[in-house]
């Protein structure tokens, strides 16, 4: 008689745990392929570079080439690391243009491991490239941040941008 109760309360628990477990993975997983070329995997199935970009207040130039992109809204912050290829005096005025200001080597906001760790998932190699600036936006009331480097190597500059969007 024990043993019968012993088994009916471990298959109780067991039952229990196997729902636990799957309630805990019931958001999308990370590895969801979006379909976009330009997105990196990681990146939200759902979301369109598009609507992403007008969602952070982010105009990509015009002569922007080898754009990728990786974003999620499925936690708070609503993120997007982006980075492309510009001419190096358009990747200036894009910083200018998103409002951002460029930031002195005594600069606080700047989040230089942050955008390291992006460098990688966008496969640029640091040791190709000069910083030609880095670039922030201060916190609004909202808590919406941004922040972005000038990458500048013999031909073209690179640029890099991570935006923050709280709800």
Request: a negative charge; one cysteine or more.
């Amino acid at each position: 008689m024990d043993m019968d109760l012993n088994r009916v309360g471990a298959c109780f628990l067991l039952t229990l745990l196997v729902d636990a477990l799957g309630a805990c993975s019931s958001g999308p997983p990370l590895t969801d392929h979006n379909p976009d070329p330009r997105a990196l995997p990681g990146t939200a199935p759902t979301l369109k570079l598009d609507n992403v970009l007008a969602d952070h207040r982010i105009s990509l130039p015009k002569a922007a080439s080898g754009v990728k992109f990786k974003s999620r809204m499925d936690n708070d912050p609503y993120w997007l690391e982006l980075a492309f290829s510009v001419d190096c005096a358009q990747g200036s005025a894009f910083f200018e243009k998103a409002g951002l200001e460029r930031q002195g080597d005594d600069g606080d906001l700047y989040d230089e491991a942050r955008v390291e760790e992006s460098e990688r998932s966008f496969g640029i190699e640091p040791s190709r490239y000069s910083v030609r600036g880095t670039y922030v936006k201060a916190p609004d009331e909202f808590r919406n941040c941004k922040m972005g480097a000038l990458l500048a190597d013999a031909d073209k500059c690179q640029v890099i941008i991570l935006s923050d969007r709280y709800n």
